[in-house]
Every structure is written in structure tokens, then in C-alpha cells.
């Protein structure tokens, strides 16, 4: 199936936006401002209105504003995000649970019996399932087997049917990741 114009148009916009936010979140909000004007008058925009003077990008007309607690059921409200994989269910999963059930912990039963009273499909193995949203940046370990959705994880989830802008959403919210370093046996006793 070959993509179209608009849809070419709307992935370089998204890939824009997410590397200019990577760009410009580590820096001092003065210097946010003074690049975004810099870059606005490059690009003949209008300029930046004078309320967002030294208010830098964190200013809430830059940030997504929260989102809003879901309405309805859980099977609803992850139907409605069209999950195509067991981490993005569960993700949905943990996203309605935080949200509605005032607790921003879980366990992976928690989300195993959501699911289950949601009348959605079994997971196969919610452990891996959960493990696999820890890997992807979609779930945080919060000690004693809780698990937490991250900032990503519910940015992921709030652009959600949108699989690009999803993917967008994560990337600006990664930290970086530690890599494990390889394992290394004990050295050989050379003859």
C-alpha cells in the first residue's frame, strides 16, 4: 500500500518536531527562547508573542498539556487506542489503571485482572509482556515488583492510534538508557 503525499508530509513534520525538542530540552530556557526566534526569523515566521519571553520551551504553549483521565470503561478506552501488540495493550492497560484507579503503582496482576475484566484477549505470558514495556521505555521498575508507566510511556499511549506520532512522543521523552556492559569470565591461563 503506497503512502500518500499528506501522509509522507505528516511523518517529516512529526520527525521536525521531535528532533527539535531533543535539540532544545537540555538548554536554559533564555537560550530555548533565543533559538526559537532565531529559527522562526530564518524560516520567515511570524515572531514569538511577547508572553513567551524567557519562558523558554518548558512554557505550557510548547508542552502538551496533560491528559485528561479516560471516560468510559477500560475495554472502551483500549479499544479505542487500537493496540496491535500484547506492550501497547498493556501500556493502554496501565495508562486506564493509573489514571481511574488513583494509584500510580502497579503490579503485572493488576493488569492481568484489568484485563481479564475487560473481556480483552489473554496475554500469553504477562511477565514477558511487562518485562518487554520495562525494555521498550514504556514501564519504570519501581521496587518491591510495582511497575509505573513513564512520562513516554504515557505520551505513547495519549498518541495512540497514531503509530508515528506514538513513536515520536516515546523518543522525546527517552533518558538514557544504561547498556549493560558484557559479561566477561575469568581470563585463560595461557600454555
Do not use: I
Request: hydrophobic share 40%; charged share 20%.
Amino acid at each position: 500500500m503506497a503512502m500518500s503525499g499528506a501522509g509522507k508530509h505528516d511523518d517529516r513534520e512529526l520527525r521536525a518536531m521531535g528532533a527539535a525538542l531533543k535539540a532544545l530540552r537540555p538548554l536554559e530556557p533564555q537560550t530555548q527562547t533565543r533559538a526559537l526566534r532565531w529559527l522562526g526569523e530564518m524560516l520567515g515566521l511570524p515572531p514569538l508573542p511577547p508572553g513567551v519571553a524567557g519562558s523558554g520551551v518548558g512554557a505550557s504553549q510548547f508542552q502538551a498539556q496533560p491528559l485528561a483521565a479516560p471516560a468510559g470503561s477500560a475495554k472502551a478506552f483500549v479499544v479505542s487506542k487500537k493496540p496491535t501488540t500484547d506492550v501497547e495493550r498493556a501500556a493502554c492497560l496501565a495508562f486506564y489503571f493509573t489514571q481511574t484507579g488513583g494509584n500510580n503503582r502497579f503490579k503485572t496482576r493488576d493488569l492481568t485482572k484489568l484485563n481479564t475484566d475487560a473481556q480483552l484477549p489473554r496475554f500469553s505470558n504477562p511477565s514477558v509482556v511487562a518485562r518487554n514495556a520495562v525494555n521498550a521505555g514504556l514501564f519504570a521498575l519501581a521496587g518491591g515488583g510495582y511497575k509505573m508507566l513513564t512520562p513516554g510511556g504515557e505520551a505513547y499511549v495519549g498518541a495512540l492510534p497514531d503509530r508515528a506520532a506514538a513513536r515520536v512522543a516515546l523518543d522525546s521523552h527517552a533518558l538514557g538508557r544504561r547498556r549493560r556492559g558484557r559479561k566477561r569470565g575469568r581470563a585463560r591461563a595461557s600454555r
